[in-house]
C-alpha cells in the first residue's frame, strides 16, 4: 500500500519525465549523410603553422555539424541530424576524383569540401559530368566562376580576379599620394593552381597603369630561391607581390638574407598567408599588406570563437584553449555547413527531400543560391553563378598585434576605403617612399661644373633637345658634342675645347674677310676708277665674283659655331655651297674667256663682261635649283638624334624624305660642283701654252686643281672621321673651308697685288694694247 500510494503521489511527475525525454530522443528522427572531400587530418606530434590550420579547417565543418545536431541553431533541421560521410583527397587530384566517382554511384548528388583550387577545378569538371552539385568553402581559382563549364559549383569565397583588383586599387591608392615606386610590382608565386592563378589574374589586369617588372614562379618545396629573387632585385621593383602557398615565414627570410626586406620595399601577400597565423611574429613580415575577404565583427563571429575556445581538442582537434585563434578560413568553412544545412532544412521543408530518390543537382544549386544569412564570415549570398557576393579586406601585419589588422575595405562599386593607416616596416604610419634611384653625377651648364645628385631624383636631367637646358648627364661632359648653349660642357677643362678654337678660327676668318674686303677696294678703285692694265686685264668683274664668293665662304664658317640651331643648320647648305659653287664657276668662265680668245687669234674675238656675268649666272642656276629641292624636300634642321655616344642635338635632315634624302642631295651638289672643276681643268690644259703676258691662267689652272683634289680628299675622310671624333671633324671641315678659299685668294691676288705694289711700284700704262693687232699687209 506504501509504495502504491508513493507511485500514484509522483506518477504526473513520472509521466512528465517520460514525455520530456521521448521528446528529446524523439527530436531528430532523420539523419542525413552529408558527402564531403576534405584534408581531413589528425593533431599527431609538432605541426608546423599550416599543417595546423589545415586541421582547424576541417574541424570547423565538425563543430558546425556538432552545434547545429545539438539544436543550437533550434530553427535549422530540428528533426533532422546530419552526420559527415568524408573521403579524404590526401593532397591528391586522382584521389578525390576517385572519391567524387564513388559518391556518384551511391546516388550522391550533393558534396561539400575541395580546399585546394588545384583538385577543385578538375572535380568540378566531375560534378559536371556526373550532375553532382557542389559547395566550397575556400577555393578561389577564377576558372570556378565560369557557369557554362561548372554549372553545379558554389561557393563561400570569391574569385581571383577580384583579389587582383583589390590589390591593384591599393597600390594606385598609395601612387596617387606617393608617386612613382608603386607602379613597378615584381610577382613571384609557387607553382599551384590558386597562386599560379591569381598571379596571372593580377599580371592581366595590371596595366596600363601598372608595370609588372618580373614574374618569377617556383616549386612550393624548392631548397633555393637565389635565382629568383635575383631577378626582382634586377627588376628594381620595390614592390613584390609574394603569391605563396606554403611555409611563409622561410620564404620572406631568404628574401631578407638578400636584402629585399626594408623600409624601402612594400611586400602584397594573398589570402594564403593572411588566413594562415603564424606560430611566432614575424617581424620580416611587418608592414606587409594581405588582401582577403572582408570579415567584420559580428554576434555571429563572437558566438564562434567563444564555441571554439570551449571546444574539447579531443573531439575537435585544434580548438580550445591550448591553439592559437583560428584562421579565418574556418570562418567560410563553418558557414559552408551552415549554408548547406539551411538548403537541407528548405528542401526538407518543401518536401523535395525524399528518402527514396535522389535530389537533383540543379535543386541542390538553386537551393544554396537562394540562401541569405548572416554568417560567421559576414552576411552570405550568391551571384547567379554560384559566386559569393561581399567586401574584400586590405590588412597590414603587426607583429606586436601578432595578427594582420584591417587597413581599408574594397568593392567593386565603392572602390578602395581607407579604415586605419598602415603601420609600415618603418614602424610609423609615413608612406614608405619606393621613388629609389641611384645617385649620380651630372653637368650643370648654368653652373659650369659636374655636381652630384645623391638621392638619385632631386634633379631633373634634360636631353639635348634645342630648348634652354640646365643639367644633362655625365657622359655629356667633353664628348666632342656640343649640349649646352654656352658651351661649357666641351670648355671647361675639356680637351676637346671648343670655345678655344672657335675664338682662333673666328679670328682667321674675320682677318680674312677683312682682307678681301680690303682686295675689294683695291680692284674697285684700281680696276674700275683708275683702270689699271692690270686689273683690267684680269676682268674687275670677274675679281669682284671671285671676292665675294670668298667672303661668303670665309662666313659660313660661322653656320657651324656654338649649339646646332635649325636655322643654322639650314643655312650651312646655301653658304657654304653657293660660295664653293659661285668661285668655282667664276674660276673657270674666266678660262673659257681665256679659250675662247685663244682658240681663234685671228679673228680678234672679244667677250664683253657682260657675256661673262650670263655665262656665270647660267652655270650658277642648277646648284641653285639643286639647294632649293634639297631645302624643301630634305630640309637641313636640327634634331635631337640618337648616336653611339648617346643621344645629341645634331644637324641632319628632316624634310619630307629624312636623312638619307640629305646624303643624296649633298652627293649631287659635289657631283655638279665636281663636274664645274673637271669641265674647268680640261679647258686649264687646252690653254697651258698661251703668252706669259696672261699668266694668271696658270693660277687659275692650280686652283682649279686644288679645289679638285680638297673636294676628292676632304670630303671622304670628313665623312669617316665626323662618326669617330666630331671634334676633330669640326676642325678638318673648317680648315679645308678656309684653307680652299684662302688659297684661290692669295693664288689669284698674291700675283696682282705683288705686281701693282711692289714690281710696278704703283706705275700703270692706262692705254691697253691687245696682244692680237691686225696685218697691214
Known sequence: FFFSSMFLKHFHVLVLLLCFATHICGSKTNTFSLAMIDWRASVDGELTQNQLTAIQIHTASELAISRINNGEYPDLLPNTRLELDVRE??????????????????????IIGFPISEITVPCASVGTAYEIAQVSGI????????????????????????????????????????????????????????????????????????????????????????????????????????????DWQTFIEKADA???????????????????????????????IGNNFHTPDSPELTDFLAAWEAADPEQFPGAGPEYAAPS???????????????????????????????????????????????GVSGPVSFESNGDRIGEYSLQYYSPEAGGWITSAIWTEERGYELIEDVVWYSNTTTIPDLDIREPFHYWSCEDKEMQFDSTGKSVDLHSPHGGAIS??????????????????????ECATNYLIIFIVFGIIACLLILLSILLIIIVIIYGFILKYRKFRQCSPIFLVIVLLSVIVGYASIFAWFGKPHPVACGFQPWLLGLAVNSMVVALCVKNIRIWRIFRYPIKKLAISDRELLVLWFLLMIPSFVVLLIWTIVATPTAKLKHTEEGDHYICTTGGFVGEPGGYVFFGIFVGYCLLVL????????????????????????????????????????????????????????TSAILYAFAATMFLLFGPIVFGLFITDRGRNDSTFKPFFTSSTS
Request: contains cysteine; aromatic residues 12%.
Open 89 to 110: 583527397d590526401k593532397s591528391s587530384v586522382a584521389a578525390a576524383i576517385e572519391a567524387m566517382i564513388d559518391f556518384a554511384q551511391e546516388g550522391r548528388t550533393l
Open 139 to 246: 577555393s578561389s581559382s577564377m576558372a570556378l566562376s565560369d557557369d557554362q563549364r561548372y554549372p553545379f559549383y558554389s561557393r563561400l569565397t570569391v574569385p581571383n580576379e577580384r583579389y587582383a583588383a583589390s590589390t591593384k586599387s591599393s597600390l594606385l591608392f598609395y601612387e596617387e599620394i606617393q608617386g612613382r615606386g608603386w607602379t613597378e610590382v615584381a610577382v613571384i608565386a609557387t607553382i599551384s593552381e590558386f597562386t599560379t592563378g591569381l598571379a596571372s589574374d593580377f599580371i592581366n589586369l595590371a596595366p596600363p597603369e601598372i608595370t609588372i617588372g618580373t614574374y618569377q614562379q617556383f616549386l612550393e618545396d624548392a631548397e633555393s630561391l637565389d635565382i629568383e629573387l635575383e631577378q626582382i632585385i634586377l627588376s628594381g621593383a620595390r614592390v613584390i607581390y609574394a603569391l605563396i602557398f606554403g
Open 258 to 288: 638578400v636584402g629585399l626586406v626594408g623600409e624601402t620595399y612594400v611586400w602584397y601577400v594573398p589570402g594564403t598567408v593572411v588566413a594562415f597565423p603564424f606560430l611566432e611574429p614575424s617581424q620580416e613580415t611587418r608592414g606587409a
Open 328 to 374: 579565418v578560413l574556418t570562418y567560410r568553412v563553418y558557414d559552408m555547413i551552415l549554408t548547406v544545412a539551411k538548403a537541407i532544412d528548405m528542401l526538407e521543408k518543401s518536401g523535395q527531400l525524399q528518402d527514396d530518390q535522389a535530389v537533383p543537382a540543379q535543386t541542390w544549386v538553386d537551393a544554396v543560391r537562394s540562401i541569405s544569412f548572416d
Open 471 to 492: 643639367n644633362i648627364g655625365s657622359d655629356y661632359y667633353c664628348d666632342s658634342f656640343i649640349d649646352c648653349k654656352n658651351l661649357s660642357d666641351e670648355t671647361t
Open 678 to 733: 673637271f669641265v674647268g681643268g680640261v679647258v686649264s690644259y687646252l690653254i697651258r701654252n698661251i703668252p706669259t703676258q696672261y699668266n694668271e691662267t696658270k693660277l687659275l689652272t692650280i686652283s682649279i686643281y686644288n679645289l679638285g683634289f680638297l673636294s676628292v680628299v676632304i670630303i671622304p675622310v670628313f665623312l669617316v672621321v665626323n662618326s669617330l671624333n666630331p671634334f676633330l671633324a669640326w676642325i678638318l671641315r
